[in-house]
């Protein structure tokens, strides 16, 4: 028989000991040791036996990997131009932001290839059908399976024969010869292990779906990311019915880009020009509003940018910023009061990039400075100009990549690059 020993297993990093520990000696994070039991002998199920021989590069063909398109064109560019088949990818956001809905359209696209599979051990095969009839989703072609064990799942699987199998969610699916408990690392870590193993030998292209915990890290170790091909998160507001679509890591494409979508009562629909769309409710001639030509990914966005500068109430002002980085805002605002000499420590700064779109190009210092000098001074940007730019510690405007892309993007929505800055205090004569 084979003997368990029991392991503290940290579940933010995977560390292992077998001793309890209040703090993970290398995270450092509190309270994340969990016990499990560890399982010897673990057999991760479909390894083919190696009938493959080392091969000199010369002789390794050019083989591309083979793409299938959904036809949902913004998601197949982030994809690096569809999906690759055999790809084994995870889509993570928080519980409530639309994976399901989503992957379920794509089940549907897919369905055109072949016969599709829908894992869910989260709900009951009747809501998903029920999620179907309002997204009409009727494809005969598509599968539902109400099962956690994965076992049991690649049973089917070998039944059926799919192209594409949706795995919804990784939390919820166990292999019953590890111990712990369904969600715990060892079992998130060897499931995924399992079904990429599953996909490669069967030639499936599978999704799997991981919820993301508050701390915005998908639950489960790191090591999750690094087992498939291709990890992409949804992001949005609770607040807005858009959600953005991103490649975090893609072994068949660029990272960082970056899809948006409209949620609507059929489900997501994609936007085809996010600028337009992110500055259709922008206030025309109000101070404190700028626009930003952005780069994410390869695309360029225009997106804006809006500062809020009252007189504090408190004696320590405030500094609150959303979609941006808080300890670039805190020395964008040292250097505008050393350079324009502007007491903002007696007033409370709130910028905010609107849509809920976080941003983490230095691009941006730019735009950030204008926003809170428009809205100090009470005077609006002059219409029709894009910003971007980073800032040095003296106040000076440094050049960032891409720039002749953003100036496209920028003419393609009828505004022009503010291109004859080169310093803070020249921003002044850019308001009204
Ligand atoms: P759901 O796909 O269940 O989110 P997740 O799988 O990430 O937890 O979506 C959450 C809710 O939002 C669900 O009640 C359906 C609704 N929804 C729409 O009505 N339209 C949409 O376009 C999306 C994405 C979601
Ligand atoms: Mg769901």
Same mark, same amino acid.
């Given at each position: 028989?084979?003997?368990?020993? !029991? ?10 000991? %077998? ?5 993970? *000696? ?55 131009? $569809? ?9 993570? $956001? ?11 359209? /794509? ?9 599709? /599979? ?6 009951? %095969? ?35 024969? *799919? ?88 072994? +068949?494409? !660029? ?22 769309? +992110? ?7 109000? %101070? ?61 700064? +709130?910028?905010?990039?609107?849509? $809920? ?9 730019? %735009? ?19 910003? +971007? ?24 929505? $009828? ?18």
């Amino acid at each position: 028989m084979t003997k368990r020993k !029991s392991i503290y297993i940290c579940q933010k990093c995977g560390y292992k000991t %077998p001793k309890w520990a209040g703090k993970c *000696p290398e995270c450092g994070s509190w309270g994340s040791l969990v016990e499990e039991i560890e399982a010897k002998n673990v057999r991760i199920g479909w390894i083919k036996p190696s009938t493959t021989s080392p091969l000199s590069l010369e002789e390794i063909g050019e083989e591309r990997a083979e793409r299938i398109l959904s036809g949902i064109s913004e998601f197949d560019r982030v994809l690096g131009g $569809g999906i690759v088949k055999g790809s084994v990818s995870l889509l993570s $956001g928080e519980p409530g932001i639309g994976k399901s809905t989503f992957l379920l359209q /794509l089940a549907n696209k897919f369905s055109d290839y072949g016969k599709v /599979l829908y894992v869910t051990a989260e709900e009951s %095969p009747e809501q998903v059908a029920l999620r179907a009839k309002r997204l009409e989703v009727k494809s005969s072609n598509i599968y539902v399976l109400a099962e956690n064990n994965l076992e049991e799942i690649s049973k089917q699987i070998e039944k059926i024969k *799919p192209v594409f199998v949706v795995f919804d969610s990784i939390q919820t699916l166990f292999l019953p010869h590890i111990e712990s408990a369904a969600g715990s690392v060892s079992q998130v870590r060897e499931s995924a292990a399992f079904i990429t193993n599953l996909s490669k030998s069967e030639k499936i292209t599978s999704f799997i779906v991981g919820h993301v915990t508050k701390e915005g890290t998908i639950a489960g170790p790191k090591v999750l990311e690094h087992i498939v091909d291709a990890v992409f998160q949804f992001e949005g507001d609770k607040g807005y019915n858009f959600r953005v679509f991103k490649s975090l890591k893609n072994r +068949f494409g !660029s990272t960082g880009e970056l899809a948006v979508f409209e949620m609507t009562e059929k489900g997501l629909r994609e936007i085809l020009n996010p600028s337009e769309f +992110f500055l259709s409710e922008r206030p025309i001639g109000k %101070p404190g509003s700028v626009i930003f030509a952005g780069i994410e990914g390869s695309r360029p966005l225009l997106l804006e940018v809006q500062a809020l500068v009252t007189r504090a109430v408190f004696s320590t002002p405030q500094r609150r910023a959303k979609g941006i980085d808080a300890n670039r805002l805190s020395i964008i605002v040292a250097v505008i009061e050393k350079e324009l000499g502007y007491p903002l420590r007696n007033f409370d700064i +709130f910028v905010n990039v609107v849509g $809920g779109v976080k941003i983490s190009e230095p691009a941006v210092d730019l %735009p950030i400075a204008a926003a809170i000098i428009s809205s100090y001074l009470e005077r609006p940007v002059k219409e029709n100009f894009v910003l +971007f730019g980073e800032i040095g510690l003296t106040g000076e405007v440094r050049k960032v990549k891409l720039e002749e892309l953003r100036e496209k993007e920028a003419k393609k929505n $009828g505004f022009e690059v503010a291109s004859n800055i080169s310093t803070i205090s020249q921003i002044p004569d850019f308001l009204c």
